[in-house]
Every structure is written in structure tokens, then in C-alpha cells.
């Protein structure tokens, strides 16, 4: 049995159709074993027999698109991807704390055709791209009431095939791909 987490992007809690309950009845009814939501931002763990990332995410989308009216941005990565991830310890020596946030970006595809600055702007400072996980991860300065303008760069630069969680998010669902 594979375990994944699928990391759905643009999801609001607000909207009736996004809630936790709902998005659950949809990998429900695709057949998944162990589903479970994290969060309100869209993060749902599951088990399947099925091994094909690529396919599982053109289903899950469509099912969530049909069932739902979420247009779009399903990522999956496998339990193993995330707790290697974690092993390498991408963060060494930082902490994700109320002033400075750890991110993780994961991008549906391979790598970028961009390569990732230092910094995107005063507030953001870029570790790298790590190929394995398909991810950049950057510390993101939250200790002033300015606002980066990293994700809006990220959407410029790269598109909508991207997502964006917390390094604390990360360590919480691979927490609990592991029960």
C-alpha cells in the first residue's frame, strides 16, 4: 500500500465546497484507504494501491473539479519523498518561529526552467532547490507587518503548477502518513 499526501493549492475554508469534511468524501470516493485532512489548507493523506503520481493527480483533479468545482493544483508526494525530505534536514540550524517562517514549495513538474534568486525581496531568503523533493525552500521573514512579495514572484515566475506549505506543515503530515 503507497501512502501520499496530496497538496491542493488555492483552497479557502470559507468556501462550503473546500472544507475538510467535503474534500475527504471525494478521496473517499476514489477509493483510498486511511484518507485524512490536515489543516485547513488543503493537505489530505491517503493510501492507495495505485503507484502512478502523474495519473493519481490528473484523478484526484478531476474528481475535486467535477465533485466540488475546484478548478485546479493537485500535488502529490509519496510519504517516502516527504520523510526524506525531512532526513536531509534542508533547515539545518533554523527555526520555523513566529518572526521567521521555513517554506517549502513543491512544484508539480521537475525542475524549474528558473533558477531560484538569493533573495526575492529584503524578506526572503532562498536555502535552495532541492531536486529530489521538487521543492524550493526559503525562510521567509515575519517579524514586520510588510508583506513579502515572494509568492506573487513565484506565481509570475512558474505558474500555477505550484504550492506552497510550511516546514511545520510538512513535518505534520509526514507525521501523520506515519500512523
Known amino acids: 500500500m503507497n501512502r501520499y499526501a ?3 493549492r488555492g ?29 485547513s489548507s488543503g493537505n489530505v493523506v491517503f493510501h492507495c494501491r495505485d503507484a502512478g ?10 474528481a475535486l473539479n467535477r465533485e466540488l468545482g475546484i478548478p485546479g493544483g493537485t500535488i502529490l508526494r509519496s510519504y517516502e519523498d516527504l520523510r526524506a525530505l525531512i532526513d536531509r534536514d534542508p533547515f539545518a ?11 517549502v514549495t ?41 508583506t513579502t512579495d515572494f509568492m506573487a514572484w513565484l ?9 506552497t506549505r510550511t516546514w511545520l506543515t510538512v513535518q505534520r503530515i509526514v507525521k501523520k502518513l506515519d500512523t
Request: aromatic fraction near 8%.
Open 106 to 146: 513543491f512544484f508539480k513538474d521537475q525542475s524549474p526552467e528558473v533558477a531560484p534568486p538569493d533573495s526575492v525581496d529584503e524578506l526572503t531568503r532562498v536555502i535552495g532547490y532541492d531536486d529530489q523533493a521538487r521543492a524550493f525552500l526559503t525562510v521567509i521573514d515575519n517579524s514586520t507587518p510588510r
Open 155 to 163: 506565481d509570475r515566475t512558474y505558474g500555477k503548477d505550484i504550492t
Open 6 to 8: 496530496a497538496l491542493l
Open 11 to 39: 483552497i479557502m475554508p470559507s468556501n462550503p465546497n473546500m472544507r475538510n469534511e467535503k474534500l475527504r468524501e471525494v478521496f473517499d470516493g476514489l477509493g483510498f484507504d486511511k484518507v485524512a485532512t490536515l489543516l
Open 93 to 103: 540550524g533554523l527555526k520555523h518561529e513566529r518572526g521567521s517562517y521555513l517554506t
Open 53 to 62: 503520481e502523474a495519473e493519481l493527480e490528473d484523478r484526484i483533479q478531476e
